[in-house]
C-alpha cells in the first residue's frame, strides 16, 4: 500500500519536472515573442534560476523516492542524486543572485572583449580626457 509519505515524495519529482517543461516552454513563448535565439537565453538568469531550482527539486524527489522505497536503491545511487541536488542548487543561487545584482535580462557569461577592442577603449578614453 502507498503512504501519504511515499505520495508526497512522487509528487515533488513530478511537479519538478512539470517545472522544467514549463521552464522551456515560458522560455520558448518569449524567445519567440523577442524573436530571439536559443543560445542567447541559456545564459539569462531568468532562465537558469527556475530551471536549476526545478532540477534540484527534481533530484530530491527521485533521491527520496529510491531511499525511502520498499526495497531500497544501493547507498551510491542516493549519494550521486544528493550531489546533483546540491550541484544544480548551488547552481540555481548563483543565476538568483546574479539575476538580483545585475538584473534578468543580462547574460551570466559575457564573452570577453579582444585585446585590440580594449586598446582601442582605453585610447579613446585617454584621448578624451587630454582634450
Known amino acids: 500500500m502507498f503512504s501519504m509519505t511515499d505520495v508526497m515524495i512522487d509528487?515533488?519529482?513530478?511537479?519538478?519536472?512539470?517545472?522544467?517543461?514549463?521552464?522551456?516552454?515560458y522560455t520558448d513563448w518569449?524567445?519567440?515573442?523577442?524573436?530571439?535565439?536559443?543560445?542567447?537565453?541559456?545564459?539569462?538568469p531568468r532562465f537558469l534560476f527556475p530551471l536549476n531550482g526545478s532540477l534540484t527539486a527534481f533530484c530530491i524527489g527521485v533521491g527520496l523516492s529510491g531511499a525511502t522505497a520498499y526495497a531500497p536503491d544501493p547507498w551510491w545511487q542516493t549519494l550521486i542524486w544528493a550531489v546533483l541536488a546540491l550541484l544544480f542548487g548551488a547552481q540555481s543561487y548563483t543565476a538568483w543572485?546574479?539575476?538580483?545584482?545585475?538584473?534578468?535580462?543580462r547574460p551570466m557569461e559575457?564573452?570577453?572583449?579582444?585585446?585590440?577592442?580594449k586598446q582601442d577603449?582605453?585610447?579613446a578614453e585617454t584621448a578624451d580626457v587630454r582634450r
Open 121 to 123: 577603449a582605453d585610447s
Open 30 to 44: 518569449l524567445r519567440h515573442e523577442q524573436k530571439g535565439r536559443w543560445r542567447a537565453q541559456w545564459a539569462l
Open 110 to 117: 559575457e564573452k570577453p572583449k579582444a585585446i585590440s577592442e
Open 11 to 25: 509528487a515533488l519529482w513530478i511537479l519538478a519536472l512539470a517545472g522544467v517543461f514549463a521552464t522551456f516552454s
Open 97 to 105: 543572485r546574479f539575476g538580483k545584482q545585475n538584473g534578468w535580462e
